[in-house]
């Protein structure tokens, strides 16, 4: 704030609300120079009583704009900071009817967001520790003919069964020529023998979530998905190998694509290689190949390098790891090496079998 030269701040993003205060209700937070508070309404009010640390809790019954600008004139100071890239426009326009100067601020909140205290890598590495857990013990089940939604709705329900508040986002099940979408939901398509199969998963424990990835066979896959594979495992190490304190983002990137490049199968590679994890499951920072910045010890990110051939399929691996002074930890830790499950001699999923 005394940068921007603001005598108040107005955050309106749920996670940074949560962040700097500990309510985790629907509400705006207004920060003076030496007082703040929650403004919300009757749904939540007793919840931002309870929660909010170091802010009043206001309740608002007509307009939010209305108590909001109350609010700022209690907390003094006329120049007000807003979240400029967190604000819809036509809620920008009923704040610029306030009798006060607002101020457009990007990303100040997410940038100390990035680097994690000890409660909240406490809270990132249980719910890592969930989700390894409940992904190893799904790999035990597959079996040909299990389609992707019944894995993804089976590890759902393991997962809080273990602990966990919910999912971080809807898992990724991508089978057969399936994974050569990156992002592919879990659909009704049943998995085969012979084929890989990517599970991009992770849990929220305290808030604060977890991502991991992992490509596994049903059988044997054809030796062309096989070498792949073991071109984006050495990618992916190479990527884990790289993040420290002081390291750019970019470099972390250029380690893992470097290896997928030299294999020749850059053209096959087209996302960044990761991203910070914390109260949103993407955040700051961005490992990516025009990523800006430096890593510090305390950071949460993640390294995923893949390969996707359109028609045939794709392979990913992602970890979770905490930035340290001289290396990281990995907080998802999980076999890397190419593992076969559900093949011949299994039980056919649908025919019961060893479930
Ligand atoms: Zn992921
Ligand atoms: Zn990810």
Redesign the pocket.
Known sequence: MEAERLDGMLISFDANVRYLTGFSGEGALLVGGSEAAVVTDSRYIETAQEQAQGARAVEYSGKIEETVGQQMRLLGGQRWGFEADRVYYSEYQRLAELPVELAPVLGAVEEIRAVKDSDEQAAVRHACQIAVQGLEELFLRLRPGMTEEEAAVWLDARMRELGAEGPAFDFIVASGSRGSLPHGYASQRPLGIGELVTF?VGCRFLGYNS?I?RTVALGEPQAGLQRAYEVVRQAQEAGVRAVRSGATCQSVDAAARGVIERAGYGAHFGHGT??G?GLE??ERPLLGARAEGVLSAGMIV?V?PGIYLPGTGGIRI?DTVLVTEDGCEVLTPSPKALRSFGGEGSANWRGGGLL
Do not use: N
């Open positions: 991009d991502d990835t990761g991203h994890v499951i993407h993640t995923e992602e």
